[in-house]
DNA sequence: GCTAAATGTTGAT
DNA sequence: TCAACCTTTAGCT
């Protein structure tokens, strides 16, 4: 499921597949079943990953743009693909390989003009190299919004969700409802430079990992997913550094976590 | 087997 | 601020 960390790591891995080749595109649901022949059969030139969105360049400017929103998910395998079964948007398929993808938010054609518009109203992401961390900053310091707000606006900063929200702000010790203006620069930098941190990693491994292994009951061998977070779905259980239980409440719709004790206004 | 919740966004009130 | 969108899964019975 999917903050920007999956994201990349689906452009990563579809580019792989597919860059260079003309699959086959099918909509076995039928809600895709015209822009599925429109892309069918042409070269695919590359794939591109911007905060949440996903966008594959298919020969003479045509761009499958996808957003896979909360449940959106890709599937995928190498040979014959299996028999369709349940909702299934998009069927992808080459030579090799066949990708499924059920679920998003946002399957369609789109223009190069209509990408461009869709860039332009996100915020740096912090996994692309040219992003400017300062973009972002400008817009939460002049913000009385609370900082686990502005986090999840995408206009502000690209690819950052609930986890990685609730987890950077414990890691910088700040509580989600500080204000965007109370959050100074130094602090802001390192808030940015831990998500590029975090957010890396995650691409890496294919899941959010943000707890240090001193803060986890059992070091060595993979992470159990019940250790992999410090504060996020954890309301109620004890606060892995102090003990305090772990806080939540709704902010703007989403649940969010933080430990009241290290975490400050 | 049923219900609620979920790593998200949009558009109406 | 809230419902709608859409699908799967965890946690109940």
């Known amino acids: 499921m999917p903050e920007g960390h999956t994201i990349h ?6 580019a792989a597949l597919l860059v260079g080749r003309a699959p086959m595109l099918h909509s076995p649901q039928g809600r895709f079943s015209d822009g599925a022949a429109r892309l069918s059969g042409r070269t695919v030139t590359g794939i591109e990953a911007y905060g949440k969105h996903l966008f594959y360049a ?3 400017d045509l761009l499958l743009h ?7 998910s890709w599937t995928g395998g190498f040979g014959v693909p299996p028999p369709p079964r349940g909702a299934l948007r998009l069927r992808m398929t080459c030579d090799r390989a066949w990708l499924d993808l059920r679920g998003p938010t946002a399957c369609e054609v789109v223009t190069p003009q209509d990408r461009d518009l869709v860039l332009a109203r996100l915020g740096p992401d912090p996994l692309l190299p040219s992003s400017d961390a300062v973009r972002a900053w400008e817009r939460t310091s002049r913000s009385k919004t609370p900082i686990g707000q ?15 929200r609730a987890e950077s702000l414990f890691r910088a010790r700040i509580a989600p409802r500080r204000p965007g203006h109370d959050v100074d620069r130094p602090t802001w930098d390192g808030l940015w430079s831990d998500l590029v941190r975090l957010m890396r990693s995650g691409v890496k491994a294919g899941r959010i990992i943000t707890t240090a292994p001193e803060h986890r009951p059992r070091r060595g061998g993979p992470v159990d997913p019940a250790d992999a977070h410090y504060v996020y779905r954890r309301a109620g259980l004890p606060c892995r550094l102090c003990g ?3 806080a939540s409440s709704v902010m703007a719709g989403r649940n969010v ?7 400050s206004d």
Not at 9 to 14: E, V
Not at 150 to 164: F, T
Not at 257 to 263: A, E, N
């Open 9 to 14: 790591r689906l452009a990563r891995d579809h």
């Open 58 to 60: 298919f020969a003479e």
């Open 66 to 72: 996808v957003h896979l929103g909360l449940y959106g």
């Open 150 to 164: 502005l986090l999840m606006d995408q206009s502000v900063l690209a690819g950052v969700g609930n986890v990685y």
């Open 244 to 246: 305090v239980p772990v």
């Open 257 to 263: 976590f933080w430990c009241p004790s290290c975490q």
